[in-house]
């Protein structure tokens, strides 16, 4: 190509150039596609906007998504919370609170059919008392407490069977300044639960009189309290370690429920573990470790192997991948993040959350294609991180997905771009350019058999430059080598190359004959995409989406 044809070609324009009217100009200058609000929903809901990215501030990134959905419930809004619904109540994200801020939005729409069904879809999406709080504490800056969202509130208590009802109040009883007293004593729930609004609001329970400015009130005694609630009181009296646990082996307390006189006993938590929420358990290895009731070879690691083991159950219980792997990486530390606990990882139980990091996404079949596994580590993917998780930056979180593929797949290439350290590959006219970045790509020398802390560990440890997402396509074509699926991780902040990445792919297949496609695998809320939506052979999934790996080998496969 000669000097100046390069700067008009339609099929090699530098991405600081638009090379499509679709695009525009993303955060670090260069040019990318853009999702529609649909996608971008969905990438909200999966990954959130907590902590931002390296380019766009947490608030920023919020209220660009705030926006978006804010256009949805103006286009379709009854599908929005559906699709809420959906993701929240399949597990596919690994944090509830952009589903639980979504559904807020909705309930403040415009269109009163639109708020009904955000409040009819209140118990699916608002599961525990917290989840309700954070809905409450989110929806008031949307709207009034109008009578509509004080009977869907409401219905949240009085649609609960009186066991399930009299769990949730005792387990949480207040979060983010919000409590149980507070949301009935705006709602009102029928008396049915009455006994158990009773103990909430800290009324008596006896038959009494109440003066109400002019008139006197009667209340009649309620019924007994549920059985959980009874026990629960006995529990807060008990002043002996075998009461303490005769209790908790009688109602099938939460940890949340043990005075805190008893929560270093190793008795305690062995009587807690029986009947313990599998996210609990997950949580809590470190104490387990720690009382020493995790220890080499005892009954208890075997019971946290054999738990850890079951798909159903992990899927039953929305135990996310991501807090698998969270989990995995602060449990091997043997110390928390805050200091205080200090405990002795046993190996066991690190190899078994590293089995359950798999186990936790979609069942996967290989797909039988050759694959390109490209990740994106340039420095913008080193900051932020994916879904609040302390530590998992988008680049951590890609390495991890990538081990998924990794696993299932056999003819399988691993290599992240954009590293800029002397002696790796670099396409002429790249390496070292005049936008000043050190383009390169490393091959990865990760391995199927290694433990996910070993992976996010070489990762971590790959130098940084600026951002080329194109590289992974130039690269197979330059040492030839045959690829039917490039899936690329990353935030699709691409500004660096000489061609955008879709013309790479193109110029791939002409010069290949090989319908080579392309998996997207967003790892920030943005709306760029190095995808080109007019292309059927490119596809965009939201990362760490439990469904993701599964939809990604369909595609492929096809
Ligand atoms: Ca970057």
Known sequence: MTFYARFLSKKATPQSHRADPKQEQN???????????WQRLDRFLI??????????????????????????????????????????????????????????????????????????????????????????????????????????????????????????????????GWSHRDLMRLSHPDPKHAALYRWVVGAQAEARQVKRRDRMVQYA?????PKLVAGYEELKRADTLQEVVR?????????EMIPSAFKDSIEVWAALIMRMPLTALVRNLAKLTSVGLIAPNSWA????????????????ARVHPLALLLALVTYKRGRGVRGGLEWTPERRIVDALDAAFYLAFDALEPT?????????????????????????????????????????????????????????WSPKGHGRNGWGSN?????????????????????????????????????????????????????????AGSIHPHQALEQYR???????????????????????????GMLDVVGFDTAAPAVMADFIRA
């Open 368 to 424: 039988g294609k050759r694959v390109l596994l490209a990740l994106d580590v340039s420095g913008s993917m080193d900051c932020g991180t994916i879904a609040g998780a302390p530590g998992v930056t988008p680049r951590i979180a890609s390495a991890a997905m990538a081990m998924v593929s990794a696993r299932t797949e056999r003819e399988w290439h691993a290599v992240g771009f954009s590293s800029g350290a002397a002696g790796e």
């Open 221 to 225: 005694a309620v019924p007994h309290l």
């Open 47 to 176: 990954l959130g906007s907590e902590g931002g990215t390296y380019y766009v501030s947490e608030r920023t990134l919020s209220l660009d998504n705030a926006r978006c959905i804010e256009r949805c419930l103006a286009a379709d809004g009854a599908r929005v919370v559906r699709r809420i619904v959906e993701i929240s109540d399949s597990g596919r994200a690994p944090k509830n609170d952009p589903a639980i801020f979504a559904l807020a939005l909705a309930a403040a729409s415009d269109s009163l059919d639109v708020r009904k069904a955000a409040l009819a879809a209140l118990t699916l999406v608002c599961r525990t008392g917290t989840h309700l709080f954070q809905f409450a504490e989110s929806v008031q800056h949307f709207r009034g407490w109008g009578r509509a969202l004080r009977s869907g509130i409401a219905r949240w208590y009085n649609d609960k069977a009186e066991d399930a009802l009299a769990y949730q109040v005792v387990k949480y009883q207040q979060r983010n």
């Open 510 to 536: 002409r010069q290949t004959g090989i319908a080579a496609k392309l998996v997207v695998v967003g790892m920030t809320a943005t709306k760029f995409s190095i995808a080109n939506p007019d292309d059927a």
């Open 27 to 37: 955060h670090a200058g260069g040019f990318s596609f853009v999702l529609d609000d």
């Open 301 to 316: 690691t075997a019971l946290v192997e054999e738990r850890l083991a079951s798909r159903d159950a992990l899927r039953k």
């Open 439 to 495: 383009s390169s790509l490393v091959p990865l020398s990760i391995s199927p058999r290694q433990r996910l802390d070993d992976v996010v560990g070489a990762i971590r440890r790959i130098p940084m430059g600026g951002t080329d997402c194109a590289l992974p396509m130039l690269y197979a074509a330059a040492r030839g080598l045959a690829v039917d699926a490039f899936c690329v991780f990353t935030d699709n902040e691409t500004w």
């Open 247 to 255: 209790l908790i082996r009688e109602h099938g307390f939460t940890h």
